[in-house]
């Protein structure tokens, strides 16, 4: 098998004075993968991508090592959209670093954040641990159904471009991806719907893939610079026609002629736009998936990751799910629609055995009540890193707005964090069902909602 670690917000080592030193930090539900190469480069990809990297194609996978540490206030977001696509790729395992660090059970309160690489006391994590099981154990979220390959040559494997990220900040968002390493020889022979080369040099044969998407960052075959090649891209452009200055496109090939202007320095939306395009023109996704008005749609249709309005979302069958700036109405599912007051708030849907009982999750910021935030050394013109200080006691932020359930009868019962009823919250017939006001009476953000 295949392992791989990584981290959102993760501090920089040593931990000085119970203080934390972070790039940032950055607010996970915001992060554009498709443009994060800018600024703080590589710690601001998105744990998918950061994963993506080490997916190897027909090797079972799993991402042994991740967090998303709670420097900043909001941070839910980044559990479910692990979960969700580690399911839509079909990823085989996660762990997730670490429930206590201590060595004894109970050398450490419940209510301070003594060690921020711990979950056990993050609401965050611990709030929606049940639900995440299940999404992922039970593959709530669909599988893609079709997958692309990310191909590198032996060639590829001497070198390592700026941007070589770019595939990863894309394809996996919408399909299933994994890499292939040519072991022998310089020519793709996979059945993947498409095959994207790495592209770090100038080689790479991708004439026996279904549909293959060619650029090179180099003009040079080798690392060393001693074997230019001034045809390989034309002769993948062959029969194609121009879309776009620089950029081919034919029934076989989208070939791009100088993929750094394309990738404008760590901004890969145009590299995005145009090979969603193509993938549409072959008949791989259908449209109203792909990238979409700046959303990244999964080709199921169950995953839409909005960066640029702070929202994140899940609607599969057996399982709703949003993440982020509150919309003026969330529609969690038919029956079910919140208005939040929050300025940000994560909310769970997940259907229990009995019929017509469901498990609501909802909460919005956490961290401790004195924690701050100051400036720490710069390390570039315009670049300084952040001083965290996690002081005070733990907080969580609940829901507070309103909850209407389209039903008959309904009733809302508010959870401590075990699952013991802490009370019932007031419920009113109005037109279309039963609304429920929350205003913070229960230190609950999990209830048990039964609708019938």
């Given at each position: ?84 696509y580690a399911c839509l790729n079909d990823w085989d395992g ?323 964090p075990i699952g013991q009823e802490l009370g019932e919250v ?27």
């Amino acid at each position: 098998m295949v392992e791989n670690n990584c981290y959102f917000n993760h501090p920089i080592l040593p931990v000085q004075n119970d203080t934390y030193m972070v790039a940032g930090p950055t607010e996970y539900v915001s992060a554009n993968p498709l443009t994060m190469q800018q600024g703080i480069g590589a710690m601001g990809h998105t744990l998918l991508t950061l994963a993506s990297v080490a997916i190897v194609n027909g090797k079972p996978f799993i991402l042994s090592e991740w967090n998303e540490y709670g420097e900043h206030p909001f941070h839910s977001t980044a559990f479910m959209h692990t979960v969700a696509y580690a399911c839509l790729n079909d990823w085989d395992g996660l762990i997730l670093y670490n429930f206590h660090t201590s060595e004894n059970p109970d050398d450490q309160p419940a209510d301070e954040i003594r060690n921020i690489f711990d979950v056990y006391n993050d609401p965050a994590v611990i709030c929606q641990w049940g639900f995440l099981a299940s999404v992922f154990l039970k593959g709530l979220v669909s599988p893609a159904r079709h997958h692309v390959n990310v191909v590198y040559t032996q060639n590829d494997l001497t070198t390592l471009p700026n941007f070589h990220a770019m595939p990863l900040c894309f394809l996996p968002y919408v399909t299933g991806m994994r890499n292939v390493f040519l072991e022998e020889g310089e020519t793709y022979q996979g059945q993947a719907d498409a095959a994207v080369n790495a592209g770090f040099l100038n080689d790479g044969d991708l004439g026996r893939a279904k549909h293959g998407v060619y650029y090179a960052w180099s003009p040079y075959r080798d690392a060393f610079r001693r074997e230019l090649d001034a045809d390989r891209l034309a002769n993948a452009a062959r029969g194609s026609m121009e879309i776009r200055p620089g950029v081919h496109f034919s029934d076989a090939a989208l070939v791009f002629d100088n993929i750094a202007e394309i990738a404008h320095m760590g901004n890969y939306c145009e590299f995005a736009s145009l090979l969603d395009g193509a993938m549409k023109r072959w008949g791989v996704w259908d449209e109203g998936v792909g990238y979409v008005g700046g959303k990244l749609i999964s080709e199921t249709k169950e995953i839409v990751f909005d960066p640029a309005n702070a929202r994140f979302s899940v609607h599969a069958p057996g399982f709703d799910y949003f993440s982020g700036a509150p919309e003026e109405e969330i529609q969690l599912s038919d029956k079910v629609s919140v208005r939040a007051e929050n300025e940000r708030i994560t909310l769970a849907l997940l259907p229990l055995e009995k019929k017509n009982e469901y498990l609501l999750t909802a909460l919005g910021k956490t961290g401790t009540d004195r924690q701050s935030f100051n400036p720490g050394p710069e390390v570039m013109p315009g670049f300084a890193f952040t001083m965290v200080r996690m002081d005070g006691k733990l907080y969580v932020e609940t829901l507070e707005g309103s909850l209407l359930v389209k039903a008959g009868n309904a009733k809302l019962i508010a959870l401590d964090p075990i699952g013991q009823e802490l009370g019932e919250v007031d419920g009113e017939p109005v037109d279309g069902g039963i609304c429920f006001d929350i205003k913070g009476e229960f230190a609950g953000v999990n209830y048990h909602l039964i609708a019938e």
